[in-house]
């Protein structure tokens, strides 16, 4: 037998041995054993199917429900009654108009200017 | 990615099987039945928790990486507490006590002579276990017990294959010098 056969014999004899260690364990272990794996397992479906049970949908659907009903009190209460700031079809149009609200924010002042224009104008006929 | 009754019976029966010697080796590391069996229900938990739905193929060796976490953790925290406790002067005395009945053949058996043998020789076998380091220890049961390859026994151990290689050669070689009676 050479060094290698006598290694692996050696090795095959431990692993008997250990092997046998398992079997004879005794029964109060084993029995903490498997109560120890059905644990384990039981957690993994409960874990999984958590998600899935219907308490769960039942407050995710009374929890939307609710928000729901919350907004809709909400806008309902603090919309104003139609009232807009524009109250002639002519506003509504300066208002909505971007281009030239420079123009209509300063309309007092091209009226005043218009007016004053008119004066030289009679200045240089008379 | 819920449980199949199928799926679960695989997950059962290969936690059935690896289970004992899942105990025996966190026993090594702990020298204490009761640790033992927390190490493994904590593997077993992480396992199914993290793992469980990876291919069958996987799981052996990512049962055995949890344990050797858990059970590495637990000898630095245990290295610690043993620290202080002889700091303050106290011994911990938390190693289980042999049981004086199994010392004794079972006169019913066929050969009780043969059983009391073979009895000092798992005896001598696990106290010589118990002696070596712990990350030899690790290396050599899952080399030579789990029958890991090299590789395999690296991603468990979370080390190179080098040192497994190293661990394990130290590891034989000490115990083939412990066990000079079980060799013949």
Known sequence: ?126 | MELTLNSKDTLSRFLADVERRAFKMAKFASRNTDEALDLVQETMFEFVRRYSARPEGEWKVLFYRILQSRMTDWHRRTTVRKRFLAWLGRGDGEEDQEDPLQNFADPASPNPYDQTVRREDMKALEKAVRTLPLRQQQAFLLRAWEGMAVAQAAFAMGCSEGSIKTHYSRAVHALRGLLEDIRS
């Open chain 1, 1 to 126: 037998m050479n060094a290698n056969d006598r290694e692996k014999h050696f090795l095959g004899k431990v692993k008997d041995l250990l092997n046998e260690g398992v079997e004879n364990l005794d029964s109060q272990t084993r029995l903490r054993l498997e109560h120890v794996r059905i644990r384990a397992l039981r957690s993994a479906a409960e874990k999984r199917s958590r998600f899935f049970t219907p308490q769960r949908w039942i407050m995710v659907g009374g929890f939307a429900t609710a928000t729901m009903a919350a907004m809709v009190l909400f806008f309902w209460l603090h919309t104003s009654p139609g009232v807009l700031p524009a109250k002639h079809f002519e506003d509504f149009e300066i208002i909505t108009s971007k281009e030239y609200i420079d123009f209509y924010q300063n309309l007092d002042f091209y009226r005043w200017l218009a007016t004053n224009e008119d004066y030289p104008a009679q200045g240089k006929t008379s």
